[in-house]
DNA sequence: CGTCGCTTTGATTAATGTCAATAGAGGTGG
DNA sequence: CCACCTCTATTGACATTAATCAAAGCGACG
């Protein structure tokens, strides 16, 4: 698997095995799955036009950079398909992982002279890539993207803040059963499965969670030995107590 | 200290011992510490002064809630001055404080229905308080208001990411210096001051860095010992060594 | 069939939380 | 002006959680 081998390449701007990148966006808006979300939803055909003609729509594989801590954010992105992990890297090795964002999610936002995390495709991505120059002018004409912007923004600030409270104040237990309701409601499907598809592996977990693999591990096997999941695969875990999972996810239960 | 009295004055929209209350604050707009950041600074004098004609001045004592987490969120608040505390509390009493904000700060930002967090006077606040429909229209007229709300919600993002860095990975030591550094740098003074006055208690600090009082206390006596900072007084604080702290909380050391 | 990467499990250690007592600071009233 | 009271912070002893270190299991893939 030659995956940091794809990422370096597009990093560099150079042919990345399994890759395709296309100059203008326009062409795929009819069948892609953002096209009623988020951005692309706010705008008549007209706008979209003019949106897609700004942008270059990119599919990248599994664990490509799409954006990299610290580097002039040059550009903004519209996820139309897959996963990205979003995180912050200490100069040891520490990782804390931000988010997860799949289709319809924006990614760089801020308006900041650099990227402030790097973000990672978890499995194969479709995304449009805009200019942040050339969509500022674009927002003049259309407040109503500006409008998309901050609500999407105040929206992962509720989510951030939520976090926060999970990363300072929950024991692990607490964590795993909080991600594990969240992500079952929010992703993968619109209204709350059973089966929750997890497209990151254990380490990424325990990043975003700010535990390690061994806990993470170890949670999940005594939830399992408690009957609240079964572990279909390492990726595919099912909900069986979902009442008692959101208990214990916000603190209810000792 | 019948501060709580106050809250509850205050929530229940009764008579505040302490508090001022005006129903327009333009007359307050040529002394306001807020009047040439954010939202404010971005306007016109004509523009101004429909601004403040929706809001409500406010003046409240030490101790008071601003917004509450889980009811409507019918206001929007600009704090023009002294120090805001915002956070999200679990039903046992758990705590998780999100976030210190003093002048020029937006609070209550996402157009959700309902505050996602409680907003807590930690000293004097004066305050601009607007109707969040009111407001509404007023955005369309003046399109600069939306961005700098998407530009101040960008920000926040990017502190809350840091935080998630913070709480999720660092050790308490790493916390305590990070805090002091932050500190010491966007709030209290404009360029990095040795003096940092904390005009929070040290239970506060801990809920914000997601630890214990005494691991703060702890933390913070063995930095005096090291002579990295000095105690001056309880919520003075003097950096002696910065760049040794900035060092420890970026990770730098063992 | 063997190797590599990821996950699980076990034994031990270290960091921080909990419980308890003491010490200061600031305010109040005699 | 001082003694007292209360609230906050500090310090100490001990308990507990989760991290670390180490090894084995499992699956995918060549």
């Known amino acids: 698997m030659l995956w940091h081998d794809a990422a370096a390449r597009y990093a560099a701007g150079g042919p990345v095995p399994g890759a395709a990148i ?5 062409m795929h808006c009819g069948t892609c799955a953002a096209r009623h979300v988020g ?4 705008l008549s055909a007209d706008g979209l036009a003019e949106l897609a003609d700004a942008a270059c ?4 594989p599994r664990g490509c950079i799409l954006m990299a801590e610290g580097e002039p954010g040059a550009h903004f992105i519209n996820v139309s398909h897959g996963t990205v992990r979003l995180s912050k890297d200490m100069q040891d090795g520490r990782r804390q992982v931000i988010g997860f964002v799949s289709t319809g999610a924006f990614v760089g936002l801020g308006a900041e002279a650099r990227y402030s995390f790097t973000a990672t495709t978890l499995d194969e991505v479709r995304f449009c890539r805009f200019d942040r120059t050339g969509l500022r002018e674009l927002f003049l004409r259309y407040p109503v993207l500006e409008q998309r912007l901050l609500a999407a923004a105040c929206n992962e600030l509720a989510l951030a803040q939520g976090q926060m409270l999970l990363l300072g104040r ?6 795993l059963a909080t991600f594990l309701i969240d992500w079952s409601s929010n992703f993968s499907n619109r209204e709350p499965t059973a089966l929750v598809v997890l497209p990151m592996c254990r380490g990424d977990i325990a990043d975003y969670l700010g535990l390690t693999i061994e806990t993470v591990s ?3 096997t005594a939830m399992r030995k408690q009957c609240l999941i079964a572990i279909d695969a390492e990726h595919n875990i099912s909900i069986i107590d ?3 999972l959101q208990a214990i996810g916000s603190g209810a239960t000792n």
Do not use: I, Q, V
């Open 242 to 244: 979902r009442t008692t």
């Open 22 to 26: 296309e100059r203008t966006a326009s």
């Open 170 to 175: 929950k024991p692990a237990r607490e964590r």
């Open 57 to 60: 729509w990119c599919s990248l």
């Open 39 to 42: 951005l692309c939803d706010a």
């Open 218 to 220: 170890r949670c999940l």
